[in-house]
Nanobody, 123 residues
Framework: QVQLVESGGGLVQAGGSLRLSCAAS????????MGWFRQLPGKEREFVAA???????YYADFVKGRFTISRDNAKNTVYLQMNSLKPEDTAVYYC?????????????????WGQGTQVTLSS
């Protein structure tokens, strides 16, 4: 099992920044890929970004140039720096691990999830 604990969400004005953190514990060899997804009420969880332990990064088109994913392998922690936030970025953001090895942009390819952290934009 892997336990994921997110932090860093909150209320921010449009154009502002937030940094989300996700600390992993337990079977951390399952954190070869760590990802961020987000979910709006009534909608499916959507891919935001992912980073491999080897340093490869992947982003959804709608966050390119605004969000940056990073990770500290020694701390088993992944971060999501979110800049130039827009009202449409309002969502619950989830950290994911335990990638099953196929499409890392699909939420059903991950076995472990954090509890989620709310990000709310005010216009």
């Amino acid at each position: 099992q892997v336990q994921l604990v997110e932090s860093g969400g909150g209320l921010v004005q449009a154009g502002g920044s937030l940094r989300l953190s996700c600390a992993a514990s337990g079977r951390t060899f399952s954190t070869n890929v760590m990802g961020w997804f987000r979910q709006l009420p009534g909608k499916e969880r959507e891919f935001v970004a992912a980073k491999t332990s080897g340093g490869n990064t992947y982003y959804a088109d709608f966050v390119k140039g605004r969000f940056t994913i990073s990770r500290d392998n020694a701390k088993n922690t992944v971060y999501l720096q979110m800049n130039s936030l827009k009202p449409e970025d309002t969502a619950v953001y989830y950290c994911a691990a335990g990638w099953r090895g196929r499409d890392l942009r699909r939420s059903n390819e991950y076995d472990y999830w954090g509890q989620g952290t709310q990000v709310t934009l005010s216009s």
